[in-house]
């Protein structure tokens, strides 16, 4: 039961260029969204966050946009560089049957490659 | 910067065996979880404590797994007797609030069940 969905399992983007990171969720229990990313051999990495009372959420070159009637957020990079080039993973936090804030539940990541 | 640390990095033991993951988080937070990442799969969430005890846990969580914080700064799983496909990437974090999903993830401690 995928509660949050990543449909691109990678991506390849040449610097300079926007990376854009897609993410559908199921579940309308779910209020606050979260982006980390993650290098092989670490500990994913929190990089930006949204609420639901939120549509945008802008943090240097990192923005998140959240459109709650389709249940779909995106994570744009711009401009991209090599050092972005990671797993990125979507993440919500709320679920049913009831709203918990102790359950943060992940997507399965896509990997962006950005070419030099 | 503060951070949460993780021990050991790598694990290899027999099916069957015992295993204790241990975990150091953040000094000032006070939630704590394990999450795991099973090769090429997601990460998923086990298990969340908060104020000495569980406040969920995934259906993953069955009863070989146990967490506890015995002497308020490690937090260790335990995974009883081991089975092959609890071969993963085990993750704690812990974060300062229960308002947002901003967890802060060790390095993680690789288990290899033979």
Redesign the interface.
């Known amino acids: 039961d995928q509660q949050v969905k990543q449909n691109s399992p990678s991506l390849s983007v040449q610097e300079g260029r926007i990376s854009i990171l897609n993410c559908d969720y199921t579940n309308s229990m779910f209020d606050?969204?979260?982006w980390?990313k993650k290098y092989p051999?670490?500990?994913?990495?929190?990089l930006i966050?949204i609420s639901s009372i939120k549509d945008k959420n802008e943090d240097g070159r990192f923005t998140v946009f959240l459109n709650k009637s389709a249940k779909h957020l995106s994570l744009h990079i711009v401009p991209s560089q090599p050092g972005d080039s990671a797993v990125y993973?979507c993440?919500?936090?709320g679920c049913c049957p009831k709203t918990?804030?102790?359950?943060?539940?992940?997507?399965?990541?896509t990997s962006l490659s950005v070419i030099p | 910067e503060p951070e949460?640390t993780q021990t050991p990095s790598h694990q290899v033991t027999q099916m069957g065996q015992e295993v204790i993951l241990r975990c150091v988080p953040i000094s000032n937070h006070l939630?704590f979880?394990w999450?795991r990442q099973i090769l090429g799969?997601?990460?998923?969430?086990l298990v969340?404590f908060?104020n000495n005890e569980i406040?969920?846990k995934?259906e993953i969580f069955d009863d070989q797994f146990s967490v506890e914080r015995p002497d308020g700064s490690n937090f260790t799983l335990k995974i009883r007797s081991t089975k092959l496909e609890d071969s993963a990437m085990y993750?704690c974090?812990s974060s300062e609030s229960?308002?947002?999903?901003?967890?802060?993830?060790?390095?993680?401690s690789r288990l290899t069940v033979l």
């Open positions: 606050y969204f979260l980390y051999a670490e500990g994913p990495t929190f966050s993973f993440a919500a936090r918990s804030y102790d359950k943060v539940i992940f997507g399965p990541g | 949460v939630y979880y999450y799969q997601k990460v998923e969430f969340s908060y406040s969920e995934s993750f974090a229960e308002n947002t999903g901003e967890l802060f993830f060790g390095e993680g």
